[in-house]
């Protein structure tokens, strides 16, 4: 079945200690995006890439970075992580203009001691 | 004020109830309206999709836009336990190359047997 897969599930880092979480897709879609998402909270976009186009939101933390090798790659980087930084974090898809369809991954647990 | 207001919950109903969760949103340029079910520590699944104004069918479950309202509806008739879970409305204006989504905070529903 085609997918969005996310590893790990579940990640423990410490303060200050970087940590890369790695999404990836079999939908072949050209739109692979990063959300945070805090308890009770809706899902908060960091950034998203429209094919090797990176596209950052107005406030999202320098600390939090991306990279997107290839079309089924993407991956975040939180660079010096503080302990607001705990969340689940969702990478989605789409296909392009129009669809506005997004397909989530089943979302990686932050914890930061 | 919110782009998109929903009600947290949570929202405790017995099995075969007929669930009513909602959504008011305040920017008149939204068009694309969906519905999104989140298991507890999983990924959003998108459960409905609906364009412009109007009601759409899917087995139990019910999506209804009144855009002169900024008002959206999700009804699940014959509630089952298995749909207790958190459930996302999501809207975007469209357009352009990429889709992004403003989502609403959730409403928890726990469906007793």
């Known amino acids: 079945d085609a997918m969005v897969i996310q590893n790990p599930r579940y990640q423990v880092t410490q303060f200050g200690k970087p940590v890369t979480l790695s999404c990836s897709q079999t939908l072949n879609h050209n739109v692979m995006y990063w959300y945070q998402q805090k308890s009770s909270q809706a899902p908060k976009l960091l950034f998203h890439y429209y094919d090797k186009d990176f596209n950052n939101e107005a406030d999202t933390p320098d600390n939090f970075q991306s990279r997107r090798p290839n079309t089924s790659f993407c991956f975040l980087d939180i660079r010096s992580p503080g302990l607001g930084d705990a969340a689940m974090y969702l990478c989605?898809?789409?296909f392009g203009t129009g669809a506005n369809t997004q397909y989530f991954g089943p979302g990686t647990r932050l914890t930061v001691l | 004020q919110k782009e998109v207001e929903q009600d947290p919950g949570p929202l405790s109903v017995p099995e075969g109830a007929i669930v009513s969760l909602n959504c008011t949103y305040s920017?008149?340029?939204?068009?694309?309206f969906m519905w999104y079910r989140q298991y507890s520590r999983k990924g959003p699944e998108l459960l409905m999709y609906?364009?412009?104004?109007g009601n759409k069918e899917d087995g139990r479950f019910t999506a209804q836009v009144d855009k002169s309202s900024k008002y959206i509806s999700l009804f699940i008739r014959d509630s089952q336990p298995s749909d207790s879970a958190t459930y996302l409305c999501?809207?975007?204006?469209?357009?352009?190359?990429?889709?992004?989504?403003?989502f609403g905070t959730g409403t928890l529903l726990a469906v007793q047997p």
């Open positions: 609906t364009y412009s104004s």
């Open positions: 989605a898809t789409s």
């Open positions: 920017n008149s340029a939204f068009q694309y």
């Open positions: 999501a809207m975007s204006a469209g357009g352009g190359a990429t889709n992004k989504l403003i």
